[in-house]
């Protein structure tokens, strides 16, 4: 199971930490991606990071301003979002892929197993 917390509203410019504790399941043995939906909108990529958590990637919308880390040990996948704006809003949604590469990162449908969602709120 994942589960997804650390949502909440915030004003413009602010920051949150989500957090996605993963159980029964060997962590490390998976690739970890977070996706977002907004109201009315496809569900989009947002960051993935490798087994190991040595390679990360970002979406362009959030590159530079939010940071995905892992701890192996903690069984834990974080996402630190800085300088948010409104149009981060979204509910957010971490995901695992046991087969995960740099070519399937993206693409929702590759990853196995998914959080059940945690809102988060930007205000202008």
């Known amino acids: 199971q994942l589960q997804a917390s650390g949502g909440g509203l915030v004003q413009a410019g602010g920051s949150l930490r989500l957090s996605c504790t993963v159980s029964?399941?060997?962590?490390?043995?998976?690739?970890m991606g977070w996706f977002r939906q907004a109201p009315g909108k496809e569900r989009e990529y947002v960051a993935a990071?490798?087994?190991?958590?040595?390679?990360?990637f970002y979406a362009n919308a959030v590159k530079g301003r939010f940071a995905i880390s892992r701890d192996n040990a903690k069984n834990t996948l974080y996402l630190q979002m800085n300088s948010l704006k409104p149009e981060d809003t979204a509910v957010y949604y971490c995901?695992?892929?046991?087969?995960?590469?740099?070519?399937?990162?993206?693409?929702?449908?590759?990853?196995?197993?998914w959080g059940q969602g945690t809102l988060v709120t930007v205000s202008s």
């Open positions: 995901a695992a892929d046991g087969r995960w590469s740099m070519l399937t990162m993206e693409r929702g449908g590759s990853y196995d197993y």
């Open positions: 029964g399941r060997t962590f490390s043995r998976y690739g």
């Open positions: 990071i490798s087994y190991s958590g040595g390679n990360t």
